[in-house]
């Protein structure tokens, strides 16, 4: 999708607003050219505040990008373009992000067994009004455009024994990962079927990166 202009984009300066090596991983792969910054946005937001688990990940993912906007532009050469992203797994409008200890994993995916379940994330990309590359959708600031968009997948994961679940959250896979388990690797022998961007489901909708960026860019 962006081979076209990718010697282009990778001329600029653009940041991955993320500390995900999931996500590292999949802009790698299509040989875009970045750096890394990690948010640093406490992420305790009320989920009770919001209407849907949508509108929750919409806030999360700006709020971790805007905090490293704050950083990167503020001082030294801005980014031609800042990419920020949040992934949550929710089941109904119950929503799960990153355990936090093992028994909260095993309650995670106890949850999920026997179900299907949707993994939800917000991408975030900021540039600057002044770039020659960009158009975003949306003013920020006097200085900033933003352009945000959603993807949805589901999916399904059988009934799972006891003893699978505790067995998989012991390998330490489960505790970086929204949900508690990770598709790329182990958990994915937890996942009998897909519908949608499998790469969502990592934590990266790459696809539809790739046509949002094609969209705003100017190249």
């Given at each position: 999708?962006?081979?076209?202009i990718?010697?282009?984009?990778?001329?600029?300066?653009i940041?991955?607003a993320?500390?995900?090596?999931?996500?590292?991983?999949?802009?790698?792969?299509?040989?875009?050219?970045?750096?890394?910054?990690?948010?640093?946005?406490?992420?305790?937001?009320?989920?009770?505040?919001?209407?849907?688990p949508?509108?929750?990940?919409?806030?999360?993912?700006?709020q971790k990008?805007?905090?490293?906007?704050?950083?990167?532009?503020?001082?030294?050469?801005?980014?031609d373009?800042?990419?920020?992203?949040?992934?949550?797994?929710?089941?109904?409008n119950n929503i799960?992000?990153?355990p936090?200890?093992?028994?909260?994993?095993?309650?995670?995916?106890?949850s999920?067994s026997?179900?299907?379940?949707?993994?939800?994330?917000?991408?975030?990309?900021?540039?600057?009004?002044?770039?020659d590359?960009?158009?975003?959708?949306?003013?920020?600031?006097?200085?900033?455009d933003?352009?945000?968009?959603?993807?949805?997948?589901?999916?399904?994961?059988?009934?799972l024994?006891?003893?699978?679940?505790k067995s998989?959250v012991?390998?330490?896979?489960?505790?970086?990962?929204?949900?508690?388990?990770?598709?790329?690797?182990?958990?994915?022998?937890?996942?009998?079927?897909?519908?949608?961007?499998y790469f969502?489901?990592?934590?990266?909708?790459?696809h539809?990166?790739?046509?949002?960026?094609?969209?705003?860019?100017?190249?």
């Amino acid at each position: 999708m962006l081979q076209p202009i990718l010697h282009q984009l990778n001329s600029k300066k653009i940041i991955l607003a993320s500390s995900s090596p999931r996500r590292k991983q999949i802009l790698g792969n299509i040989n875009l050219k970045f750096d890394t910054a990690k948010s640093n946005f406490e992420e305790n937001l009320d989920k009770g505040s919001f209407s849907s688990p949508l509108e929750y990940v919409r806030e999360t993912a700006k709020q971790k990008t805007l905090e490293v906007v704050e950083r990167l532009f503020s001082c030294g050469p801005s980014p031609d373009l800042l990419i920020g992203a949040d992934t949550i797994v929710t089941n109904g409008n119950n929503i799960f992000e990153k355990p936090s200890s093992k028994d909260h994993a095993i309650e995670m995916i106890t949850s999920l067994s026997g179900n299907s379940h949707k993994v939800l994330t917000s991408v975030v990309l900021v540039t600057p009004k002044s770039s020659d590359v960009f158009r975003g959708r949306v003013s920020l600031d006097d200085r900033l455009d933003i352009t945000q968009f959603e993807e949805v997948s589901e999916v399904i994961m059988p009934d799972l024994p006891e003893n699978v679940i505790k067995s998989y959250v012991e390998t330490g896979e489960a505790m970086d990962k929204a949900g508690g388990y990770g598709i790329q690797a182990i958990g994915g022998s937890l996942i009998s079927g897909i519908h949608g961007d499998y790469f969502n489901v990592m934590g990266f909708p790459l696809h539809r990166f790739c046509v949002e960026l094609r969209n705003i860019c100017k190249l």
